[in-house]
């Protein structure tokens, strides 16, 4: 594999290098050099600057005239795909990513895999996707409302490719505390970026394992949205030596609210990052 894309896909949440591909793609007149460029500044830009338009043009340009080269074979097998900060990421339901040889994960345009069950899982199929060597490109996994319940949690936490796992989504599963408890132990998803637990069944035991995680000292986002946490979980989370990271927290229906004492600690941890709407 070339090493500047390994490099990328070793770092997905990281710009610097996709910067330092474009400019050596950009010494070579590769016209991707300026298309991974545009794309990283694109995404860094508010949508409310006057500068957005322009390069949206400039995009959308680049993307008429070299897109079906960028994409080759691809073009044939992907169904839902796009381009994001100058690397295409894929999205796939379990059955198929399970399915076929898929040579395009080792292609130089893909750094990103968003898997996903499509239906509810057939028995077996959660366990041959974690045990599969190719989860290890999946940097996003969405499994919400399949009732995976705590036996679920606990395989994903063992899971030996999840390495580079950025995204998992798993609200509406019936995960008490064990299954929180076997995530935050979990020595697998130390890349874990965002974390949706939403509507589930965990309580102060959970949150306060997440709260004293070094898995979890990069965590950005993590929602908790109609659990069973009381203020004294609030208030564990709001002490963690851990969770410095963390730019967006959402607690809404728990057991507390933002009068509580655990409700206070957060908002002076994280301040306008904890929401109860």
Not at 16 to 38: H, N, S, T
Not at 75 to 90: A, K, N
Not at 144 to 149: A, N, T, V
Not at 160 to 187: K, R, V
């Amino acid at each position: 594999m070339d090493p500047f894309v390994a490099a990328v896909r070793a770092e997905l949440d990281d710009d610097l290098p996709r910067l330092i591909y474009a400019d050596y793609l950009e010494e070579r007149g590769d016209p991707r050099g300026e298309f991974i460029r545009l794309q990283v500044e694109l995404a860094q830009t508010p949508a409310d600057d006057p500068r957005r338009r322009e390069l949206l043009e400039r995009e959308a340009k680049l993307l008429r005239a070299y897109e079906s080269d960028w994409l080759g074979s691809l073009s044939e097998e992907l169904v839902q795909w796009g381009f994001h900060r100058g690397f295409l990421v894929v999205s796939l339901s379990i059955n198929r990513f399970l399915d076929g040889e898929h040579a395009w994960l080792d292609g130089p345009t893909v750094a990103g895999v968003s898997v996903y069950a499509d239906k509810v899982l057939p028995p077996g199929l959660l366990n041959d996707f974690i045990e599969s060597p190719r989860t290890a490109h999946v940097h996003s996994l969405n499994l919400g409302f399949e009732w995976i319940k705590d036996a679920g949690a606990v395989l994903i936490a063992g899971g030996p490719y999840f390495s580079t796992l950025l995204t998992l989504l798993l609200g509406n599963n019936g995960i008490s505390d064990d299954g929180a408890i076997a995530l935050a132990e979990s020595p697998n998803l130390i890349s874990l970026r965002c974390l949706w637990l939403r509507s589930n069944l965990i309580g102060d035991a959970g949150v306060t394992a997440f709260a004293q995680s070094e898995t979890f000292a990069n965590m950005r986002q993590l929602d908790l949205t109609n659990n069973e946490i009381t203020s004294a979980g609030a208030l564990a989370l709001a002490e963690s030596p851990y969770m410095n990271h963390l730019q967006l927290l959402k607690v809404t229906g728990n057991r507390f609210d933002g009068r509580s004492r655990g409700g206070k600690a957060l908002r002076a941890r994280f301040g306008d990052g904890v929401t109860w709407a």
